[in-house]
């Protein structure tokens, strides 16, 4: 008896030494010639673990996913028939609440493991002991649970693996249990206790000889499935299981829920953001003429040595240029890599991932191309008068356009630092630029409240969009290239098709200016962010309609879109990412 004992005490001491080895904790914490106590070493770690099984708050959860099912429907037996010989009745009852779902979490963790034949076996011996109807009825929605698949089907199963039971005890009970489980526990028991049970005392504990006031099963009825206050599991063991969750939900969403990214201390100075298309990189400019760069999840940002440009050398900068400019690259105290270059305010940014590119554009009037494998400057593109305020890159990353205070917008390619085309026409600013996605025709939009629609081979005027009752901010084309919708400071989206030049439909919803539109790359959705941090998710099906031979009338909305709101001071982009349909938001706090 004495071996068994030693045995099982050095087993839970392997197991609490390797999970706070997991969690880098120091060496020692649980030495056995630490303790100063009238009990032995054995004695000692046993209750320690008991009372951790039993407690509410400072719990250690470790895995037990290789489970013995005959010790465990061994122990399972031991601890009921340990509950049936008590002789104080008050005490056995409130302990025999606990063996309803201790016996329906060790089928579930029995399951989990795959012993399903033991399970099935397990639950069939036992079930005949739990006689109320709600135990019947939930044990037969229980008897269909096979595997870990079929509880995500069953929302009352589920209900009941992922929520905590509640079981009142007396301080008596609870002091009889932590006896037993520190002399005869086995340590499923102790992690089921754990993770999925609360124990409530009573601050009026009854005496030994005091009556129960309530029935067994009147409690039972009470708090099963749905009463449950808390998730089941403690501290980081719970916080990964529903992030967990949450990824699945994710991966299985075809049109995903906003996504923030939040820039924090930067209300004043961050004027533009944008995330790679692999979403591994964030890029932010900054009033101060700087860019910075971040590495998103895994990805570590590190410069290499890497002599060969990244970009045909018909636009690399002179070695002579290079010597006398004034910029270097460095990493801040926040992680982030910093591009110095620019000499004003950086307004947009656009990545190349095919050639490890980030293209930037600035008051200064120049746009600059930044090698991402060692963060330097390889080419600046002059062509501009004034401030260039938006940009743009066509399909396959083969043209870049921008637009500019100059009142003109111009195509460009990496290889050439000068314009290839200028497009002009506006009376007023070109605020924002956009290729339509067979990359033949570029929109812009203006402070002069118009849209204009290019061609992108020789520079011509196609079409002219008006309507619009103030400054243009943004502009975007549907996937499928028939329709252009574009918002500003009237606080509205318009919504033109292509083939006909008709206002489909005008979304009305916003309290502040519109800085950014996208489309979904299904088309089934239009996002929209205004000053003020709220996102709108239009559904396209039910918010454009096609008006039969009538060009200028405008249908007024009466359903609501899907509203977000971010809490942010400033929204510095807002665009979908092909990796999941993803809606990515960039604002600062």
């Not at 006909?500 to 962010?529: C, P, R």
């Amino acid at each position: 008896m004495m071996m068994k004992r030693i045995m099982k005490s050095e087993v839970i001491s392997a197991t609490i030494d390797s999970y706070l080895k997991r969690r880098h904790y120091q060496d020692g914490v649980y030495r056995r010639d630490e303790h100063l106590f009238c009990q032995n070493g054995d004695q000692t770690t046993l209750s320690a673990t008991a009372e951790c099984g039993t407690s509410q708050e400072n719990s250690i959860v470790f895995s037990a996913i290789s489970v013995d099912t005959a010790a465990a429907n061994q122990a399972y037996q031991r601890f009921k028939k340990w509950m049936n010989s008590i002789l104080n009745e008050n005490i056995r009852t409130e302990l025999l609440g606990l063996l309803y779902p201790i016996f329906c979490h060790l089928y579930l963790e029995m399951l989990h493991t795959g012993n399903r034949e033991a399970a099935t076996d397990f639950l069939k011996t036992h079930q005949n002991e739990f006689v109320s109807e709600t135990e019947k009825d939930f044990l037969e929605e229980l008897s269909s649970v096979f595997s870990v698949q079929d509880i995500e089907l069953r929302p009352l199963v589920k209900a009941f693996r992922t929520r905590k039971y509640k079981v009142d005890l007396s301080e008596s009970s609870h002091i009889c249990l932590r006896q037993y489980l520190a002399k005869y526990g086995h340590i499923i028991l102790m992690q089921i206790i754990n993770t999925h049970i609360t124990i409530i005392i009573k601050e009026n504990s009854p005496q030994m000889d005091v009556e129960v006031p309530e029935d067994r099963n009147q409690r039972y009825e009470v708090s099963i499935n749905g009463h449950m206050e808390q998730p089941s599991g403690t501290g980081v063991d719970r916080e990964m299981r529903e992030l967990q969750e949450a990824i699945r939900l994710i991966h299985n969403n075809a049109h995903q829920p906003l996504r923030l990214f939040t820039v924090r201390n930067a209300i004043e100075n961050a004027s533009c953001g944008l995330i790679s298309p692999r979403m591994d990189k964030l890029a932010v400019g900054f009033s101060t003429a700087e860019i910075r760069l971040w590495g998103i999840g895994d990805t570590v940002l590190v410069k290499t040595k890497n002599k060969r440009p990244c970009v045909p050398a018909g636009c690399d900068i002179s070695p002579f240029y290079k010597f006398n400019e004034q910029e270097s690259t460095v990493r801040s105290e926040a992680g982030a890599i910093i591009l110095r270059g620019h000499t004003d305010v950086v307004h947009d940014l656009r990545f190349i991932p095919d050639v490890n590119i980030l293209l930037s554009v600035s008051s200064d009037k120049d746009m600059r191309a930044w090698r991402l494998d060692n963060y330097s400057c390889t080419a600046i593109y002059s062509g501009h008068s004034y401030p260039v305020w938006c940009m743009d890159t066509s399909v396959f990353n083969l043209y870049i356009a921008t637009g500019s205070h100059d009142r003109t917008a111009k195509l460009w390619t990496l290889d050439r630092t000068y314009p290839l085309r200028i497009f002009a026409g506006h009376f007023l600013d070109v605020n924002c630029i956009k290729f339509h996605p067979n990359a033949r025709y570029l929109a812009t939009g203006s402070a002069d409240k118009t849209v204009r629609l290019w061609s992108k081979d020789d520079a011509s005027l196609q079409r002219v969009y008006v309507g619009a009752e103030s400054t243009i901010y943004t502009v975007a084309f549907s996937p499928d290239g028939k329709y252009l919708a574009a918002a500003g400071d009237d606080k509205s989206i318009r919504i033109w098709d292509l083939t006909t030049n008709n206002l489909l439909t005008e979304l009305k919803g916003h309290n502040d200016t519109v800085m950014n539109v996208d489309w979904s790359f299904d088309g089934q959705y239009i996002s929209s962010a205004s000053l003020d941090g709220i996102v709108r998710l239009w559904p396209t099906q039910d918010f454009i309609k096609t008006l039969n031979g009538e060009s200028s009338s405008v249908i007024s909305l009466i359903e609501a879109p899907q509203v977000y709101s971010t809490c942010c001071s400033s929204i510095l982009s807002l665009n979908y990412y092909k990796k999941n349909n993803s809606l990515i938001c960039i604002g600062t706090k």
